[in-house]
Structure formats: C-alpha cells, structure tokens
C-alpha cells in the first residue's frame, strides 16, 4: 500500500523558513515523479515544485516560490524535502505531496498525480 505522510508545516513570522518533509512508503522513489501542491482557502491547487525520477533529472518552480523554495529527496529514507525560506503572506495553504510514476506533461498537473498525502498546514503571521 502507497502512503505519503507529510510533516513541518506550522505557524511561522513572514520572512521566516520552515522544511516540510514527505515520507513515502510503498513504492521506490527513485523511479517515480515527486511533487509539491498547495491549496489556499477558496483558491485551486497549485503545483509548486516537481522532481522528476534521477534517471531524467528535471526539476522545476512555479514563478511564485522559484529562488525561495528547494525541493530534494533522500533515497536512503525514501523521503522528500522542501525547504522553504523568506516566507510570505501568498505563501498560507495546505501543502501536498504527489507523486506518478509517468510524467506525460511538465509539469505535472494534480490530475496526473497517482498518490497524494493528506497535507501539512502552513500558515505565516506576525
């Protein structure tokens, strides 16, 4: 059974960071497409950020958090990281990671996803 947990987000002063982590279990990252999302109040999911599968090595940001967010993953805990520093008023969501294991667009979009986690809340408020 696939499982994608998330974890990190919390309350955090605008200008701040904050590493949200994803452990995935039931699957072998290496071989698949991971993603972040993030869903506001009354807005659509976003795609933020994507690491495809070593073999193909892409990578990319949506303009809204490119220079600001890293995406990485560790094979040896089959774990994904963002880190996310000079946090702002846009940036309050629930964060999701995804993951497929074809790409047939880059980026990604949610509906191409395979397996979501349930999200970690982000908020930023002085």
């Known amino acids: 059974q696939v499982q994608l947990v998330e974890s990190g987000g919390d309350l955090v002063q605008p200008g701040g960071s904050l590493r949200l982590q994803c452990a995935v279990s039931?699957?072998?990252?290496?071989?698949?497409?991971i993603g972040w999302f993030r869903q506001a109040p009354g807005k659509e999911r976003e795609g933020i950020s994507f690491?495809?599968?070593?073999?193909?090595?892409?990578?990319y940001y949506s303009d809204s958090v490119k220079g600001r967010f890293t995406i990485s993953r560790e094979k040896s805990n089959n774990t994904v990281y963002m880190q996310m520093n000079r946090l702002n008023p846009d940036d309050p969501a629930v964060y999701y990671c995804?993951?497929?294991?074809?790409?047939?667009?880059?980026?990604?979009?949610?509906?191409?996803?395979?397996?979501w986690g349930k999200g970690t809340p982000v908020t930023v408020s002085s």
């Open positions: 995804a993951t497929n294991r074809y790409s047939h667009e880059w980026p990604p979009p949610a509906w191409g996803m395979d397996y």
């Open positions: 039931g699957l072998a990252l290496d071989y698949y497409t």
């Open positions: 690491s495809s599968s070593p073999l193909h090595g892409r990578t």
